[in-house]
């Protein structure tokens, strides 16, 4: 085909002024046509050249190819790409990445806290700039935060109430002890 033909060419000169377009066009029609391979050399490319659309796409590229392999490597770099893209105020970056960071599992509590509080801010900013899928993942969290607390306060009533009911219990037996004492 001539289009990719002259699209190659101009990918293959750095210096030229079309360099991070023509490799962003080549990587999607490679991922296309199914050559992951290429299509990853092109979007790397035109990523480093700091083209926004090319990072999300490489993020959600080593995201299916993570999920296909479970290769760490490439769940770091979706990470580092969605992250990169999403502080070029990418809308969809910043879904992504906002996902990201709240499936990502961490043993250590307090830094899983900071990974979801992480990934909220992305996920409203995104939300912010009218990304309707980021406002029903914000919204749903809200809902399962707001359950998990609800059922958190009421176990807690609940042992209040039963401590309060023990104690009343134990008041009664002591006065019942006193009462026989006398």
């Known amino acids: 085909d001539n289009g990719i033909k002259i699209l190659s060419e101009i990918a293959e000169k750095k210096d030229s002024r079309c360099y991070d377009?023509?490799?962003y066009r080549l990587g999607k029609y490679y991922e296309d046509i199914g050559n992951s391979e290429k299509a990853e050399v092109h979007?790397?490319?035109?990523?480093?050249?700091n083209n926004v659309y090319a990072m999300y796409k490489l993020g959600k590229a080593y995201l299916k190819k993570n999920k296909e392999t479970s290769n760490k490597d490439d769940l770091k770099k979706a990470e580092r790409w969605l992250k990169k893209a999403a502080d070029f105020d990418d809308p969809y970056a910043q879904c992504s990445y906002g996902m990201l960071c709240f499936k990502k599992k961490k043993t250590q509590n307090?830094?899983?806290t900071e990974r979801r509080d992480k990934g909220l801010y992305y996920l409203e900013k995104s939300a912010a700039k009218g990304n309707e899928f980021a406002k029903m993942i914000i919204q749903t969290t809200v809902n399962r935060e707001e359950a998990r607390l609800r059922k958190q306060n009421?176990?807690?009533?609940f042992r209040s109430f039963?401590?309060?009911q023990a104690l009343v219990r134990s008041k009664r037996a002591m006065n019942v002890c006193w009462h026989s004492v006398k």
Request: glycine share 0%; aromatic share 0%.
């Open 162 to 164: 039963s401590a309060q």
């Open 21 to 23: 377009k023509a490799n």
């Open 110 to 112: 307090n830094k899983k």
């Open 43 to 49: 979007l790397l490319r035109s990523a480093e050249d």
């Open 154 to 157: 009421n176990k807690r009533k």
